[in-house]
C-alpha cells in the first residue's frame, strides 16, 4: 500500500476535497483528536478498542498492521474521515506507529494543510530514517508549498530530501522525476536532463512529458527523446 502514496497525493483530491465538505465535527475524525484532550467518552471508547485488540489478536503489532492497512484502504478511496479515525486507532495501539504520522500526513496534505503534513510526515521519518518512500513523500509537501508560495518548503529542502531518498533507494524513480522537476525550476537545465532520464530508464510511466516538453524549450535533450 505504501508504494502507491505517490499517486494517492495526486489522484484523491477530489474525492478528499468532497468529503471534507461534509466533515463531521466528532473529535476522533481529527487528525489525533485535534491534538487535544481526549474526553471521557472517546478515552473510553479508544480504552475498550485496545482490550478488544489486545484480546483478539495475537500481538500489539500484528493489530497495528491490520488497522493501518485498513486505514491506508480508506485513504485509497479517498475516505479520508474514516481513514483518519482509522489511524487515530492505530496511534492508541501504539504511538510510535510510523504508519499513524505517515497516514496522517497523507490525508492533512490532501485537505491543504501543509505545515501539519509536514509535521505529521516529518515524526514519523524521525522514528524511522529508513523509510525512503515516506521521506520522498514529505520533499512532496515541500516542494508543493515553494509552488505556492508558502514559506513551509523550499527548493533546497526538497532537493535535499529527495537527494537522500535516491541514496536509500537509487531505483525510485519517482524520486528522480521529482528531482528533475526540482532542477528544473531551479534552472539548473542540464541536471534536470540527467534526473529525468534516470526515471525513464527506470519507469517510463512516471516520466513527466510536460515537464520534458518544457525543458527542451529552455535546453535541447542531450539524449534526443524530445524535441
Not at 514559506?151 to 524513480?173: H, I, R, S
Not at 526540482?182 to 534536470?192: G, P, R, S
Request: proline share 3%.
Amino acid at each position: 500500500m505504501k508504494v502507491l502514496l505517490i499517486s494517492l497525493f495526486m489522484f484523491v483530491g477530489s474525492l478528499a476535497m468532497a468529503q471534507q465538505a461534509a466533515a463531521p465535527k466528532e473529535a476522533k475524525y481529527l487528525p489525533l483528536y485535534g491534538q487535544k484532550a481526549l474526553s471521557a467518552k472517546d478515552q473510553k471508547e479508544l480504552s475498550e478498542f485496545v482490550e478488544s485488540c489486545d484480546a483478539s489478536f495475537g500481538s500489539r503489532k500484528e493489530a497495528v498492521e491490520f488497522f493501518s492497512e485498513r486505514a491506508w484502504e480508506f485513504v485509497s478511496s479517498g475516505y479520508l474521515d474514516t481513514a483518519t479515525y482509522r489511524f487515530n486507532l492505530v496511534q492508541a495501539l501504539d504511538n510510535q506507529a510510523v504508519d499513524s504520522y505517515w497516514g496522517l500526513g497523507v490525508i492533512t496534505f490532501q485537505r491543504q494543510d501543509f505545515p501539519k503534513a509536514i509535521e505529521f510526515l516529518s515524526k514519523g521519518l524521525a522514528l524511522d530514517s529508513t523509510q525512503s518512500i515516506l521521506r520522498v513523500d514529505l520533499a512532496i509537501v515541500k516542494l508543493s508549498c515553494y509552488l505556492k508560495t508558502m514559506d513551509c518548503g523550499t527548493l533546497d529542502e526538497t532537493d535535499a530530501l529527495l537527494q537522500q531518498a535516491l541514496v536509500q533507494t537509487p531505483n525510485y524513480a519517482t524520486a528522480w522525476m521529482k528531482r528533475a522537476q526540482v532542477a528544473f525550476l531551479q534552472e539548473k537545465y542540464e541536471n534536470a536532463w540527467a534526473y529525468l532520464h534516470e526515471c525513464r530508464k527506470l519507469d517510463i510511466t512516471q516520466l513527466d512529458l510536460n515537464l520534458g516538453h518544457s525543458l527542451a524549450e529552455k535546453l535541447p535533450d542531450p539524449q534526443g527523446v524530445f524535441k
